[in-house]
């Protein structure tokens, strides 16, 4: 009697040690895999991480769900290049060699953007604007040395990143990088990237590649580089979305308008809005902080997710990876926009790690 007491007090004991443990490092559910494992056939599963989310619970996350990483901001022009002769490299460095411990892919992103550029590359000493030919030697010598850095490690980058104007009147968007220097800069910026690593995929990503107008306007931009003969090899689709949009027909028609350029694609920086789509910042309003993640909500999301990834597996033999734009609700880019403050739940994963019932809506097929 004694020593089955004791045996029911050691099992006790030992399940809630193991349930502790499968808090601290969530898996989907016993005997399943991840998501990178259902997609093993179709293509690479990434997502978007801080180099602190690596040294959190998130890690087991990570390490079990996905099997490509792109660093957030860690590798953007204003982070890791902030003055003319200082680099900073921990955080990139932190995140490419957990990829590496991993055997994870990783992807870079980006090297030519106009947001997050630091404001020294744009003047000179006198903090006058630079010219053209001072701003692409700037260019250069900074594509030059992340690439290289990253060579081996970085199988693709994102080199030019939101070029493309949302006016239906212009072209080119009409950043400094435009006034200055013209489209020569994005012409630049892929032969550089291709000089320092002529193994990495050379990516031109961009938002609202579902609107047919500005759709059109990427496929002559990409169009025209190709016939110049530069090294453009795919293009990413950030698809940043949500329950309302796009439409079954629009992501069809994306796809069958891309496919023809005979690039690679990739989904570069999804997620699923909870919200109906906003394109432009604006205040919060009375009515937004009533806005919460209702079953109804969550049913739009779940079938926008399996309407999604159907898609996606439907062109997986011109689609190369898909990548979450963050790890979990617990924390995304859209708690701010485009209402400053107000929460979303945009990704398969919730605020405690565990997966949503739209998971199921991906993996199940």
Same mark, same amino acid.
């Given at each position: 009697m004694k020593y089955t007491s004791y045996a029911v007090i050691a099992l006790i004991v030992l399940g809630s040690v193991c349930c502790f443990a499968y808090r601290r490092h969530p =898996?989907? +559910?016993?005997?399943?895999?991840?998501?990178?494992?259902?997609?093993?056939?179709?293509?690479?599963?990434?997502?978007?991480?801080? =180099?602190? =989310?690596? #040294? !959190?619970?998130?890690?087991?996350?990570?390490?079990?769900?996905?099997?490509?990483?792109?660093?957030?901001?860690?590798?953007?022009?204003?982070? @890791? $290049?902030?003055?003319?002769q200082w680099y900073n490299w921990k955080e990139a460095d932190s995140i490419a060699a957990f990829a590496r411990?991993?055997?994870?892919?990783?992807?870079?992103? !980006?090297?030519?953007? $106009?947001?997050? +550029?630091?404001?020294?590359?744009?003047?000179?000493?006198? *903090?006058? #604007?630079?010219?053209? &030919?001072?701003?692409?030697?700037?260019?250069?010598?900074?594509? !030059?040395?992340?690439?290289?850095?990253?060579?081996?490690?970085?199988?693709?980058?994102?080199?030019?990143? &939101? =070029?493309?104007?949302?006016?239906?009147?212009?072209?080119?968007?009409?950043?400094l990088?435009?006034?200055?220097?013209?489209?020569?800069? @994005?012409?630049k910026a892929f032969q550089w990237a291709h000089e320092a690593d002529p193994d990495a995929l050379l990516f031109y990503n961009d938002y609202n590649e579902i609107n047919p107008v500005k759709r059109k306007k990427i496929i002559k931009l990409l169009n025209g580089l190709v016939?110049?003969?530069?090294?453009?090899? *795919? @293009?990413?689709?950030?698809? $940043?979305?949500?329950?309302n949009e796009p439409s079954r027909e629009q992501l069809e028609n994306t796809f069958k308008d891309f496919i023809p350029l005979g690039l690679k694609l990739q989904i570069t920086e999804f997620d699923v809005s909870v919200y109906p789509k906003e394109h432009e910042m604006r205040t919060r309003q009375a009515g937004d902080s009533a806005a919460v993640f209702t079953p109804a909500v969550e049913q739009q999301q779940i079938e926008q997710f399996s309407m999604c990834f159907e898609i996606f597996r439907k062109y997986s033999s011109a689609l190369t990876g898909v990548t979450f734009w963050n790890i979990s609700d617990r924390h995304s880019w859209l708690d701010n926009f485009p209402v400053r403050g107000r929460k979303d739940y945009p990704l398969l994963f919730d605020k405690d790690l565990?997966?949503?019932k739209a998971f199921w809506s991906v993996v199940r097929f």
């Open positions: =898996a989907v +559910a016993p005997g399943t895999g991840g998501l990178k494992d259902y997609y093993k056939n179709y293509f690479p599963i990434g997502v978007a991480v801080s =180099a602190h =989310a690596l #040294q !959190t619970d998130e890690a087991g996350l990570l390490i079990s769900q996905f099997n490509s990483l792109t660093p957030e901001n860690a590798m953007k022009m204003g982070v @890791i $290049h902030p003055g003319e411990r991993n055997g994870m892919k990783l992807r870079g992103h !980006t090297l030519v953007w $106009h947001r997050q +550029a630091p404001g020294w590359i744009f003047k000179d000493a006198n *903090g006058q #604007q630079v010219s053209k &030919e001072v701003l692409l030697q700037r260019l250069k010598e900074h594509i !030059t040395t992340v690439v290289k850095r990253y060579k081996g490690t970085v199988y693709a980058w994102d080199v030019v990143n &939101e =070029a493309i104007s949302d006016d239906p009147r212009e072209f080119c968007r009409s950043s990088w435009y006034r200055i220097c013209g489209e020569e800069f @994005i012409e016939s110049k003969g530069i090294p453009v090899h *795919g @293009i990413g689709l950030q698809g $940043h979305w949500a329950i565990q997966p949503k």
